[in-house]
């Protein structure tokens, strides 16, 4: 996730659940106003997919 629109991107802790849904949870800083998200998926052939979403969601 990146909290600069991008210039910087952390690992977002990602969990899975019993029910097989995926869960984080955001920390963000007290300065930031959006949150972009990034997400990729591997397969054990090697193929790849990524997703990126910038300011998927605002912060008060």
Known sequence: ???DDGSHWMPAGL???ADGK???DVRAP???KH???RATAK???GNTVSQ???RA????
């Open 43 to 45: 397969d054990d052939a």
């Open 30 to 32: 007290k300065s930031a």
């Open 15 to 17: 969990r899975g659940t």
């Open 52 to 54: 990126t979403v910038m």
């Open 1 to 3: 996730m990146s909290y």
């Open 57 to 60: 969601y605002a912060l008060k």
């Open 22 to 24: 995926w869960t984080v």
């Open 35 to 37: 949150v972009s998200l």
